[in-house]
């Protein structure tokens, strides 16, 4: 008797302290202002070789207008090829690699891009709307970059390559790392080209 | 006569460079996507023990929604108690500190200030219209940020100290590092309190 109430006690635990690690996940109940950035969550959303971390964002931390992400490339990793209807930084912390990307000079597809070494301690930005993609093209080094965006929640188009047209690539909304803490079913408003 | 001419040729050259350097500081023409940090203009703005980059501007860059700036504060040195209304996020790159945020609970004035630990890879956010300080209180070593900002160009209002009234905070704009490259004299926007 005494060991199935002490079972129970354990499987209730459990269960509080699950249902509070879910919670503090997609609220901002409960995180602190100043944060150890080597403590907060990090996953690679089924793609091997990365890592990324929401250092401030809308969904976890109710930002607005900006949003701050800590990504890792391991070697011969990339992004999708894609768009988004927002600013972005980037600045290299370590590691090198290769953006490439296509500005609007086709009107039906992004077409062949344009291609920059990136290395440690650089900084570039992506205009609005231009189809690009991020490549450690090194062989040793992990690529370490600071992304930071406007008009957060990110809503990214992607392209298989890029000849296809801009029409033909692929919301995805809400992005990988958006999805847990994402509640609204609704469709985002239309930002198509 | 030729060492006139030769006199004269390189005045004409120093001439010539640094209208050019001039034009490239306010212009994105010339400037590379791409860019090395550490080649980027520096300056402290008549601060000393101050440093300051943009990393991605308004004005240098063509920004419209997010600014990037890198920022050294050496041991005792310290930013003016000030607010904007705008979203802010820091990354501390090395060093510590402290954060003194004062959100608002009086209607009138900041108030005594909460008090944060900053440290080497911690990250945090002000909200839009807090009053705000942050401090290098270490003794050795210096303390270096990331900033991002929303709505730049930045309009900065700076208190001469905690209990100073909203309404008599003191507009800065354009701001120091705006200056050199702010040609329109309109007003900005009323973004009081």
């Known amino acids: 008797m005494r060991e199935a109430m002490i079972i129970t006690y354990i499987l209730a635990t459990i269960c509080i302290l699950s249902v509070t690690v879910h919670a503090s996940q997609c609220s901002m109940n409960g995180i602190p202002l100043v944060r150890n950035i080597s403590e907060l969550p990090q996953d690679n959303y089924g793609r091997p070789g990365f890592l990324h971390t929401t250092l401030a964002g809308s969904l976890l931390h109710g930002m607005k207008e900006i949003e701050v992400w800590l990504q890792t490339f391991a070697p011969g990793?990339?992004?999708?090829?894609?768009?988004?209807?927002?600013?972005?930084?980037?600045?290299?912390?370590?590691?090198?690699?290769?953006?490439?990307?296509?500005s609007n000079t086709h009107t039906k597809f992004?077409?062949?891009?344009?291609?920059?070494?990136?290395?440690?301690?650089?900084?570039?930005?992506?205009?609005?709307?231009?189809a690009h993609q991020i490549l450690n093209t090194g062989e040793?080094?992990?690529?370490?970059?600071?992304?930071?965006?406007?008009?957060?929640?990110?809503?990214?188009f992607m392209y298989a390559d890029w000849y296809m047209p801009h029409t033909a690539a692929q919301l995805k909304f809400p992005y990988y790392w958006d999805e847990k803490c994402y509640k609204n079913n609704e469709t985002p408003e239309n930002d198509e080209l």
């Open 77 to 102: 990793t990339h992004t999708p090829i894609h768009r988004h209807s927002c600013e972005e930084v980037f600045v290299v912390l370590r590691g090198s690699g290769t953006l490439h990307i296509a």
């Open 140 to 156: 040793h080094e992990d690529l370490q970059v600071l992304v930071i965006i406007s008009r957060p929640p990110v809503k990214v």
């Open 110 to 130: 992004p077409g062949e891009p344009l291609v920059y070494p990136i290395f440690t301690n650089s900084t570039f930005h992506v205009p609005v709307n231009d």
